[in-house]
Every structure is written in structure tokens, then in C-alpha cells.
């Protein structure tokens, strides 16, 4: 009698370098879809999905801090802000040229 194996064996698991998972987080953070970018990566969702939150966990200190709805909401509205700041950088440099 044999037994079958669940799961993807650790030899034939794919394995990506810090590289990779940083490109994948920046396209993401740049993409208005998470899905999106990770299909365009041809990576699964939900493992971008687990790089970004091991990301934030790592950048915040703990787990019940990166899940806190108000810290996140911050964070966000910071990220925005930012990204309107360089708009705004840019259209300065341009004016001035």
C-alpha cells in the first residue's frame, strides 16, 4: 500500500531571491492591483500578498500592529501624501525650467 503526498515537495517548490520579492513588492505598491501585478509577475496573489504583509509586519515591529485598521489607514493616507509630494516636486522642476 502506498501513501500519497499532499502538497508540493520542498525540491520542487520555486524559490525566489530577496531581489525578486523586492521588485515584486515595488510593482505592487506601484500597481493599482495586487492580483494584477502578481499575475504579471506569474506568481500567485496570495504569496504577494504574504511578502507584503511579512513586509509590513517587518517595518512596524508586530503582527497586532500591522493589523491595526487605524495604523493601516495612516499608513496609506502617508503613502498617498507622499506620492502627491513628488507630483508635486516634479511639476515645481518643470515649471522652473
Do not use: H
Amino acid at each position: 500500500m502506498t501513501t500519497k503526498k499532499s502538497g508540493a515537495s520542498p525540491d520542487k517548490r520555486r524559490k525566489y531571491d530577496e531581489a525578486f520579492k523586492a521588485e515584486a513588492l515595488r510593482l505592487a505598491s506601484e500597481s493599482r492591483s495586487t492580483q494584477a501585478a502578481a499575475r504579471q509577475l506569474g506568481i500567485s496573489p496570495k504569496l504577494l500578498y504574504r511578502w507584503q504583509q511579512a513586509q509590513v509586519v517587518a517595518e512596524v515591529g508586530s503582527v497586532e500592529e500591522a493589523r491595526d485598521p487605524e495604523v493601516r489607514a495612516l499608513r496609506a493616507a502617508n503613502k498617498r501624501l507622499a506620492q502627491e509630494l513628488d507630483i508635486l516636486k516634479k511639476a515645481l522642476v518643470s515649471c522652473l525650467l
